[in-house]
Nanobody
């Protein structure tokens, strides 16, 4: 599976961004789609997950502000980010967990939230 993220950028605190992750290849074999982020000097952390069956899971730090969703017709997963905070600044990565075999990562997209 190949993943391409888009939608990052610079936004003021309190603003919104929507990230997109377009998937191609063996899409039928995807089990879970995740969004991770990595801030400078910090470990990569799971932000949101969307299972094959439609269940979602969020990091406590983004609950109520971020929403993960998908458009099956476009083979795209989204991360809607509202009420952004400076601490949300990071490179955001899309990740696909496969039913069998190794997962895939996108190239990452930078999100910068100014105070």
């Amino acid at each position: 599976v190949q993943l391409v993220e888009s939608g990052g950028g610079l936004v003021q605190a309190g603003g919104s961004l929507r990230l997109s992750c377009a998937a191609s290849g063996s899409i039928f074999a995807i089990n879970v789609m995740n969004w991770y982020r990595q801030a400078p000097g910090k470990q990569r952390e799971l932000v949101a997950a969307l299972t094959r069956g439609g269940s979602t899971n969020y990091a406590d730090s983004v609950k109520g502000r971020f929403t993960i969703s998908r458009d099956n017709a476009k083979n795209t997963v989204y991360l809607q980010m509202n009420s952004l905070k400076p601490e949300d600044t990071a490179v955001y990565y899309c990740n696909a967990e496969m039913i069998v075999g190794f997962g895939s990562w996108g190239q990452g997209t930078q999100v910068t939230v100014s105070s």
